[in-house]
């Protein structure tokens, strides 16, 4: 009985490290069918598993299919450690350049670190993707950037190899126009990003971070200013191109050297792409490419908008909607808006791209909420009013009626007028006046001259103001 109880204790004991060794994304495949907070911490979902094995919650059974998970899950990372102590081979490498892509392989016997630090070497990160450029390859896979010691300063170096046709890519496609500062087509990209696998992170640094690559320093983006009392600027969020200082060579070894500081319960990843950079006018070209958004979705957007409701006493019966562009206060010639934005406003496709390519914000300009390009959607119907003969030159602002249709104010404006009645008053004594409606002027010419003398005004013109002492 002793002895089951001591295996048992022991059994405990290897489950709950192996569960500390799990790495979010398993955490969650595990609780995937229990009741859990989404969004709960690393530490809080492994105090969960453990509930469920301790606890009454659920059946034997169920605790034995948890088990076998997270000895799957812990057999997984064990063997991506072992293959990580390997040096790489590379076939299309000599044998005598082969080197390791970690300055510290995590080995079977140094094991321990990676278990109390609780960060895995290679998470499962995604970052989100940049518009202006498209991923050809990746050079060095997301890998966490691993304190070895307490000390808040860390440093560690990690290593990337161009196989020879991505070295072939780079040099053949950039402009060298300019020997001090050549533009490169296709380029070497590092990023940063925070060690986070439930969503697709965007660029982060890491505080005081500096980067060297080949020995050489690499500019990165200067922090943003801050007036806050104990609280360390920020880089913008961006990659960082380093194609300037990378050996362009199959057959040498790319070194980066990262320093940073730690920051309590955050952890950091690294990652390095070759990419394809891209302008507006190519994204332009693209957006059309895909198509506009149908003239009729908009129209059913104005029907909505212009919907009479019975409980509202106030109902709106037209929109008006300019043609001038936000950004470049001037006419569209590409309207489009993000699908996730709920106006009727459009903007220009051309300048809103160029405003990102040379800032990239993604914001949009009419109710300054995120625009992603992959949300962008040329819109159809405001396309067919800007090419409509009846759209004049100067017209800059148009109406959406109940029915989906639009008109320019000009002619909304005459139909009014069309359609109001306007009264003229004429007096003629002191105390009397005769109120009569104004015709229009083919029927006025007509009655004028129907009427003849008749209507003519006498010569002679009485004061009514004089007393009769006066006039004598």
Known sequence: MKRTRQSDKKDDESIKKKVEFLRVIDLHSILAVYKYPKNSRKDALQARVL??????????????????????????????????????????????????????????????????????????????RLAFYDVLGTLLQPSTLMPASQARQQEGTYYFHLTPQQATDIAMNRDVR??????????????????????????????????????????????????????????????????????????????????WQTEFNRAFVISCYLVRKLTSDC?????????????????????????????????????????????GKMRMTTPCRASTCMHLQCFDASLYLQMNERKPTWNCPVCDKPALYENLVIDGYFQEVIGSQKLGLD??????????????????????????????????????????????????????????????????????????DDEK
Not at 287 to 304: A, C, F, H, N
Not at 461 to 468: A, F, N, Q
């Open 178 to 259: 300019n020997p001090a500062k050549p533009e490169y087509l296709i380029q070497v990209q590092l990023r940063f990003c925070l060690l986070e696998t439930t969503s697709e992170q965007e660029d982060c640094f890491p505080p005081n971070v500096q980067v060297k690559v080949n020995g050489k320093l690499c500019q990165l983006p200067n922090p943003i200013a801050t007036n806050k009392p104990g609280v360390e600027p920020r880089r913008p969020p961006r990659p960082v191109n380093i194609t300037p200082h990378v050996k362009i060579s199959p057959t040498v070894a790319n070194v980066i050297h990262v320093q």
């Open 51 to 128: 509930q469920l094995l301790k606890g009454r919650e659920i059946s034997e059974t169920q605790k034995q299919e948890i088990r076998k998970q997270v000895e799957k899950s812990f057999d997984k990372i064990q063997a991506l450690a072992r293959q990580r102590s390997k040096t790489p081979e590379n076939n299309e490498i000599s044998s005598m350049y082969q080197q390791q892509f970690n300055a510290t392989p995590l080995t079977p016997h140094n094991v321990a670190p990676f278990i109390t630090s609780g960060f895995p070497i290679q998470p499962d990160v995604k970052l989100k």
């Open 395 to 468: 017209d800059n602002e148009i109406q959406l009626h109940k029915d989906g249709e639009w008109s320019t104010l000009d002619t909304k404006e005459e139909a009014k007028e069309q359609v109001k009645s306007v009264q003229k008053v004429e007096i003629i004594s002191d105390d009397l006046e005769v109120v009569t409606d104004d015709l229009p002027k083919s029927n006025s010419k007509s009655s004028a001259s129907a009427t003849g003398t008749a209507a003519k005004p006498n010569a002679d013109t009485v004061d009514l103001t004089l007393d009769s």
């Open 283 to 327: 994204l332009l070209q693209r957006m059309k490419t895909k198509g506009s958004k149908p003239s009729e979705y908009t129209r059913g957007l104005i029907k909505e908008k212009l919907k009479e409701d019975a409980d509202c006493e106030i109902a709106t019966t037209m929109l008006r909607v300019s043609l001038i562009c936000p950004l």
